[in-house]
């Protein structure tokens, strides 16, 4: 089989963690498998070169910030090559345009257009282990270095899984595989054997930091089968997978909470037509993530607030984004909430079910817990409560979905 | 002008000293002038990946290590871009082989064949400040990652002056300029004003570390006129130029030293042709430069010793080479010395002065320091020491040479 293993910061966070990682890895060539391996940088590198810019600038171009944070996998890669060429297997490091992955141009957030996997299958066909830096590429036109955003190396796994035609990519991190809730708030929290892409991907965009959004995108788009496993241990893990019949009778299979939200409120906009389009094109031209959108007209009628969220690394950039154009509308201001939390809960089985939504509202009524925002989409339910009720609420509504017993 | 402006090390060694690059950068581009800057990587960075990679192997592959230490320069290149555009310049990062440095494949200590200047002399067109990663280039074949070996950023440097036909290439470092010799070692020890390329390559060579050595030879081949100078001070450099009348009036103009070579002796080589040819022939192969070379005929006229020194950080690879030859040959078997000094005596005006090492020998038998190997070319003559006497062999020579003295 061919198999692609993607190892995240914790697990090659040092020099005993990388051994540790290169035997895992000559173990499964052992077996017979041609195996690429994709690593993130060591925990905490990115967050300390992102440190050092900041120290220099509050805005750092992303052009340059691209160069700066591609470093920290290459550093990675390296080292895990020369572990594995330790234990006498051969090995060879490629840095993201070696193993040919191109992206668009959006710097520190592109996107893969395409892999040429030539560098890697001849690798592979002569032998090597091949290990390749996550999380960067390089752009077409300009030949310039990209990153994939945070968590983009779980991205450049699936997309290198798919151009390899991989049979399997297991992605290793520092938890067993994807639960029914996070097991640091709710200890009864169960693992599940095996989740669809649909629900991983709401769990992911949730909060579940256990695989990135578009990484799971990447993977239901081509049937990648993706493997959530643990690198401290040898226990299965959460198989990610298309949807089929069991999964369906599960009604809810999870909770997820994002505190990396935060809520942007414009005030008092004129109740004129086009304005919310020309607000969330810029804010989408900017390449700016609006999530949940609420618009409420104010008592006199003739003006609204407009409320959306976006992530809290964005929104010093949305901020001054909104309060020029804020002028411009001749609106009141701009206001910004840093103090929320999005509460969710999610299961393929909804579809077929109802009720799963009242259930949610009144738990968290039970409980005292006002609702700011909701947002639903087929298979999700989500709401926007202050952060202090985060842990509370994941707690209850886990309870009250009965997570805790085995489907 | 043009003018291409390195920072060593020490020069970026934190963000407080890449901002004041930042500012001495914008102030030369302010003054009118377009401004290429070469930099290397933190102060100590190298130093901590190499270390990461020597808890790994022993002998890390040198692809691999390649990758790995290329990374130091690139985050210093990214803060450096940010730095300039913070204080309101243009400024565009770029790799070794963004900015076209291709070199041969001898990773870890790579020679650049050539440079394309384009996207550099493009972008100071543009009005833009380019920060290009020193040490650092791409194979033409494969489009693997090399780097220059240590120092490799004044190569970097001079040849990317001679790349932008540039008007001068300053090297900041953290000393002054060139001194007569070490001041940590003679406090007497003179700012040399200027310095012909030839006595700068012999310093160089010796152990005086402003300069590495191909960087002074290649700024000789295209008499690119270089200043040394340093980050932390306005003061007057030393110009590295061509030599001239003046120069040939002073005998002596320093005095090295290098603790960084070993010796290496072969015992009882048999007293054939050839052998010494194949030794250093493999020697050379495998990329180790030798220094000094001796060979003392033994007692009994059949075998001879032959000893030679390298630098320190090939020792084991030069033993283990030398080694399985010896069995081949014959020989009785090899050893290693560690605690020499190479001491050596400069100057361009011993071309038509007699005499200088006489006065040498003499001055280092007056205390009692025994000269174990003796070397001299046209300009200069060098002789091994033991280690020991390192400090008070330049002291007496700086003393004997009358170098205190303004020339």
Chains 1, 2 share one sequence.
């Not at 929290?189 to 990447?218: H, N």
């Not at 809520?263 to 109740?271: A, C, E, S």
């Not at 609106?331 to 929320?340: C, P, T, Y």
Request: aromatic residues 4%; proline residues 2%.
């Amino acid at each position: 089989m061919v198999i692609v293993q993607k190892y995240g910061g914790t697990s090659v966070a040092n020099i005993e963690r990388i051994k540790a990682v290169a035997e895992r890895v000559v173990r499964t060539a052992r077996e017979g498998h041609r195996v690429a391996v994709v690593v993130s940088a060591m925990a905490g590198e990115t967050d300390k070169l992102i440190g050092l810019a900041h120290q220099i600038s509050s805005h750092p171009n992303d052009r340059e910030m691209d160069i700066l944070l591609s470093s920290g996998e290459r550093v990675t890669t390296a080292l895990t090559a020369m572990a594995i060429e330790e234990l006498g297997y051969k090995a060879i490091a490629l840095t993201g345009w070696q193993a040919g992955i191109v992206t668009d141009a959006v710097h520190t957030k592109a996107k893969i257009e395409r892999i040429t996997g030539d560098r890697m299958g001849k690798a592979l066909d002569d032998g090597y282990v091949v290990v390749i830096a996550g999380f960067q590429g390089i752009t077409e036109e300009g030949g310039d270095i990209t990153t994939l955003g945070r968590g983009g190396s779980d991205l450049s796994a699936v997309a290198v899984a798919q151009a390899l035609k991989a049979d399997l990519c297991e992605i290793y991190t520092d938890v067993d595989g994807v639960y029914t809730t996070d097991p640091n708030i709710v200890p009864e929290a169960r693992k599940l054997a095996k989740i669809s892409y649909e629900e991983m991907l709401e769990m992911a965009s949730l909060g579940a930091k256990v695989l990135q959004t578009r990484s799971v995108e990447y993977a239901m788009k081509y049937e990648v089968p993706v493997v959530v496993r643990s690198s401290f241990n040898d226990n299965q893990g959460t198989l990610v997978t298309k949807e089929d019949a069991d999964m369906e009778n599960v009604v809810v299979s999870g909770i997820a909470y994002d505190k990396n939200q935060c809520k942007v409120t414009v005030l008092g906009v004129p109740d004129k037509p086009g304005i919310a389009a020309r607000l969330f094109k810029s804010v989408a031209d900017a390449a700016i993530v609006v999530d949940m959108i609420v618009q409420n007209v104010s008592g006199d009628g003739k003006s609204t607030d407009i409320s959306f969220t976006v992530p809290k690394t964005d929104s010093k950039k949305t901020l001054s984004l909104t309060e020029s154009l804020t002028k411009e509308f001749g609106a009141r201001g701009v206001s910004l909430r840093e103090d929320v939390a999005k509460i969710s809960v999610v299961g393929v089985g909804m579809r077929t079910h109802s009720g799963v939504a009242a259930q949610m509202f009144g738990c968290l009524a039970d409980h005292g817990i006002n609702i700011m925002t909701i947002s639903t989409s087929e298979i999700k339910v989500s709401c926007l409560i202050e952060a202090k009720y985060t842990e509370l609420a994941v707690r209850a509504l886990h309870q009250a979905f009965g997570l805790a017993e085995a489907a």
